[in-house]
């Protein structure tokens, strides 16, 4: 019993080490599945690293880790370090990486945990990997309120001298959408993390011949949950046939310099986050 608890207090000793160099982590959530999270999280850290912070990207969605196909790393391996810790995967010259799928045998090896074991490298990739010195941390996690949020949520809160993580709701504009999103909201306030906004993502269509702008999942339902609900609007990003290509060939779009709509939106929400934390 003994040679436990010294155990459990090394790990808390170390997980402290570890959080304290982070300064801030966004946790990016969503109600539902598919309204584009990690493309949402991997194109928030790129953007945050573009601005000359330093970032890490924790891949928190453990049944389905994207993070390293849209960041174009999927062959990747974990090694560790000297230290005896994890060393995290280098993305875009800076980003630092890390995701479960570098665990699996393959892409098509399911994860098949229950919770505890789910908590448990969790737990490890916060307090194992050499995260070194991180003006950001961005978590990409599954969508709900289960384990995973959890899991951060606590492990950071519960840790002396930490700030609380901060968290993106991450929407689109259809009720059954955003009827999801606002139960990651009120998660997130029950507990206490700060929530820095909602993100209206596959906001409207522009026709690439006509101009012509098609509201293919309605528009605005965002802004209107943000206001009802009584936390920040962050922005809306509309339907971009090149950001689908350019995530499958893990190219997030905020790796490109151009103007286009959906560029200059990313540009705007990565603004009001920064004026927030």
Not at 83 to 102: E, N, R
Not at 158 to 175: C, F, K, L, R
Not at 184 to 191: C, G, P, R, T, W
Not at 260 to 277: D, G, M, P
Request: hydrophobic share 40%; charged share 25%.
């Amino acid at each position: 019993m003994e040679n436990q608890d010294k155990r459990r207090e090394e790990a808390q000793k170390q997980l402290k080490e570890r959080l304290s160099k982070i300064k801030n982590t966004i946790m990016v959530m969503s109600g539902k599945g598919g309204v584009g999270k990690s493309t949402i999280s991997a194109n928030l850290a790129l953007s945050l690293a573009k601005e000359g912070f330093s970032v890490g990207v924790l891949d928190a969605d453990i049944h389905g880790p994207d993070i390293p196909k849209v960041l174009g790393i999927e062959e990747e391996r974990l090694l560790g370090d000297e230290t005896g810790g994890i060393q995290p995967i280098t993305a875009f010259g800076s980003l630092k990486v890390v995701s479960v799928g570098y665990l699996l045998d393959s892409k098509d090896t399911p994860v098949i945990w229950r919770g505890p074991m789910k908590h448990g490298v969790i737990s490890q990739f916060l307090k194992d990997v050499n995260w070194g010195e991180l003006d950001f941390l961005i978590v990409d996690l599954p969508p709900g309120t289960g384990d995973e949020p959890l899991s951060i949520a606590q492990l950071i809160k519960n840790t002396e001298g930490v700030s609380a993580p901060h968290s993106v709701i991450v929407t689109t504009p259809q009720d059954v959408a955003l009827l999801d999103s606002r139960k990651s909201v009120e998660f997130a306030k029950a507990l206490d993390l700060q929530i820095l906004g909602i993100i209206e993502n596959m906001s409207g269509f522009k026709c690439p011949y006509c101009g012509k702008a098609i509201d293919l999942f309605k528009v605005g339902g965002g802004k209107k949950a943000a206001d009802e609900l009584n936390v920040p609007f962050l922005g809306a990003i509309p339907i971009d046939a090149q950001i689908v290509k350019d995530t499958d060939a893990g190219k997030p779009f905020a790796s490109r310099n151009d103007n286009s709509e959906a560029n200059t939106s990313f540009r705007e929400i990565t603004a009001h986050i920064l004026k927030s934390v």
